[in-house]
Every structure is written in C-alpha cells, then in structure tokens.
C-alpha cells in the first residue's frame, strides 16, 4: 500500500474503504443481534448495507 501524504487523501481512501469493501461484507455483529432475539439469519449473513437499507424508518434531524 503507498504512503498517505494528506488528509484529504487519507479520508478519499478511508471512503473508498467504508463503500467498496466494509459496508458490503457481511458482519458477526449484525448476526449475533438477530440470532440473540431467535430471528433466523441468511448463511451468507447481513452486510452493513443490506442492514441500512432494510430500516425504513425516517431519520429526524
């Protein structure tokens, strides 16, 4: 991996990071919260992503 040589590469990077690879791999987490209320979970598991977009409730600022 090269050097980072600002911090505005630094959070390019980090974001490119949080989109392409973190938000889309499913995550232990996310499965033990529904497994620990009974609730089946895919084999493949739940993604930060999938998790998001399945919450449809409004957000209030």
């Not at 980072?4 to 791999?25: A, T």
């Not at 930060?48 to 399945?54: A, D, K, L, Y």
Request: hydrophobic share 35%.
């Amino acid at each position: 991996m090269a050097h980072v040589h600002s911090v505005k590469e630094l959070n390019s990077r980090w974001k490119v990071f949080l989109e392409q690879e973190y938000q889309k791999e499913a995550h232990a987490g996310i499965r033990e919260y529904y497994e620990s209320y009974g609730a089946k979970v895919p084999a493949c598991g739940i993604t930060p992503e999938q998790e998001w977009m399945r919450d449809a409730r409004a957000l209030y600022l």
